[in-house]
Each structure stands twice: as structure tokens, then as C-alpha cells.
């Protein structure tokens, strides 16, 4: 995978000017997008449900392995509207029924991937089933998920040895993902917030997917940005992840991660198209470098 050096960047000042815009964008928008896109079928109980939350949006999460899936946020919302709660509270009830369940979200879900080496179908039973399975496992050894996930103590060892480290979620999430489940279930402006409202904001853990490098390199905030080839030019997020993550800590001490996170995405999304992007429009338009070579996918 080639690094390719990006041409046009900001200085000192202009990379603490864009990461304080992305953390605003980010912040302002974060709670309403995920109730939009995901809560608003929920009554107020559930949403203040905790035990309930976590099942439901880790649902959302194993679906949603690219952090940028409606599909997968529109399954989970069929599935809820027929199944109610008692499909994510008493999973073994649906072992049996596993065959109807699966037939539901093929009418709404769409995996998204650059390569798929299985069958759409093969993929959705595959999520599907093991969300039910490691809930009904971990439920048992620990009595619930919030027990088992409050086990650890900040969200970064959730993520690297609660999740990650936990065999029957680590087969059904890719870090990305799990880094977006972190966030929702720990961000104190969101609805979980395990560790309750006082936890540090940059202990939350960035997701940075392609998109979020796509913008950050555009902007001229990266020097440089792994690609797949110079042909396409397309992100590689993955490889760029951890780097990204401890210069976003370098440049903004004490900033919230995960806002400056979604404040990107949330700009690579609606603004930041891979071709014709609307730079007019864009609340970076005053600061962005405008290196629209790179893309996301």
C-alpha cells in the first residue's frame, strides 16, 4: 500500500482551528443522528433502559461493520417494530425462529463491503445469529450485558479487551465497528453512557473510518495518507487509524475524540462527495485545502 503525500496542508494553527469546527459539527449533531437514524421507533422506557440499549444497538453495530450503513439501522428498526424487545432481552426465544428473523432483514439489510466472500445470506445469518448467541452467552456467565461491560474500567480496555477481547463479540464486530459501539454506549451527550456523565471525553475511543481520513486528508490536515494504489487513491482508514487518533490527541489535548470523529464523517457525508463534492455549501469551506484526490471509496 503506497503513502502518498499530501499536498497542500495546514499549520499548527489551522489543524487546532479545524479539529475545534469538527468537535462543534460533531457535538451539535451527534445525539439527533443517532435518534433519527436508529432510537426514534424506542418509547421513552426503552430509552432509558440500559440493559435494553446495549443489546439494541449492538445489534445495530454487527450490522453495521462499515459505520456508515442505513441498511443496517433500518433492519434493526423492522426487526424491532415486528419482535418488539423481547428479541433483543430474550434472545433463546428466537432460536428456533431463527429462519423468520433472517427473512425479515433480507428485505432491508445490505452488508457493505468492498468484497463480499460470502453470500448476502450467509452473511446476514451469520450476524444475526451470533448477536443472538453472545447475547444469550455473556447474559449467562455475567447476568447482563451492562455487568459484563462494566467490568472495565474506561472505554479504552472495554473496547480492546471487553470487546475485542471477547471472542464471541470480537467474530462479530471488526475494530471499526466496535469503536462505534464504544462511543454510543460511553459518550455522555449520548443515551447509554455506562460510566456515567463525568467520563473524560478524550478517553473515548476515535472510529475513523474512510471517510473521516478522506476529510482529514482533504482539508489538509494529514501530511500524508496510506492508498490503495495512486490510481484510485482511495483511503486505507484502517492502516491509518492509530496514527490519525494520537495526532487528533497531540494537536487538541482534551478534545472530544468521538465528536471530532463524527464531525468529520458528518462532513464527509453530507458535504464531502467523493466526486463534486459541495464545497460551497460546507462548514469547512473558509479552511479546507480542497485535496479532493482522495476518496473514501
Known amino acids: 500500500m503506497p503513502t502518498e503525500t499530501v499536498p497542500n496542508t495546514l499549520n499548527s494553527q489551522g489543524k487546532s482551528n479545524l479539529l475545534n469546527m469538527l468537535e462543534n459539527i460533531g457535538s451539535s449533531n451527534l445525539a439527533n443522528d443517532l435518534m433519527n437514524t436508529l432510537l426514534n421507533v424506542l418509547n421513552p422506557n426503552l430509552l432509558n433502559n440500559q440493559e435494553f440499549l446495549l443489546r439494541y444497538l449492538l445489534l445495530a453495530a454487527v450490522l453495521d461493520q462499515q459505520a456508515e450503513s442505513d441498511s443496517a439501522r433500518q433492519t434493526v428498526k423492522e426487526i424491532f417494530r415486528k419482535y418488539g424487545d423481547s428479541f433483543f432481552m430474550q434472545p433463546s426465544n428466537y432460536f428456533s425462529d431463527i429462519h423468520s428473523v433472517l427473512h425479515l432483514a433480507l428485505e432491508k439489510y445490505s452488508p457493505r463491503s468492498r468484497v463480499l466472500r460470502m453470500k448476502k445470506e450467509g452473511i446476514t445469518f451469520h450476524r444475526i445469529g451470533g448477536f443472538l448467541l453472545a447475547i444469550h452467552s455473556i447474559s449467562h456467565r455475567f447476568g447482563s450485558l451492562y455487568r459484563y461491560f462494566t467490568r472495565f474500567e474506561t472505554p479504552t480496555t472495554l473496547l480492546n479487551k471487553g470487546i475485542l477481547g471477547e471472542p464471541l463479540l470480537s467474530g ?54 496510506s492508498v490503495e494504489n495512486r490510481e484510485s487513491m482511495i483511503v486505507e482508514a484502517e492502516r491509518e487509524r492509530t496514527r490519525i487518533e494520537n495526532m487528533v490527541k497531540s494537536v487538541k489535548p482534551g478534545g472530544d475524540l468521538f465528536s471530532i470523529d463524527y464531525g468529520a464523517f458528518y462532513i464527509g457525508m453530507n458535504y464531502c462527495y467523493e466526486q463534486n463534492p459541495n464545497c460551497g455549501k460546507c462548514p469547512l469551506n473558509a479552511i479546507c485545502r480542497r485535496n479532493i484526490i482522495f476518496r473514501a471509496y
Do not use: C
Open 172 to 225: 462479530l464486530l471488526y475494530e471499526k465497528a466496535a469503536r462505534l459501539y464504544v462511543g454510543w454506549i460511553t459518550h455522555p451527550q449520548l443515551f447509554v453512557k455506562i460510566y456515567g456523565n463525568s467520563i473524560p471525553k478524550d478517553s473515548i475511543p476515535m472510529v475513523v473510518n474512510g471517510h473521516v481520513t478522506k476529510v482529514l486528508a482533504r482539508t489538509g490536515f494529514l501530511d500524508k495518507v
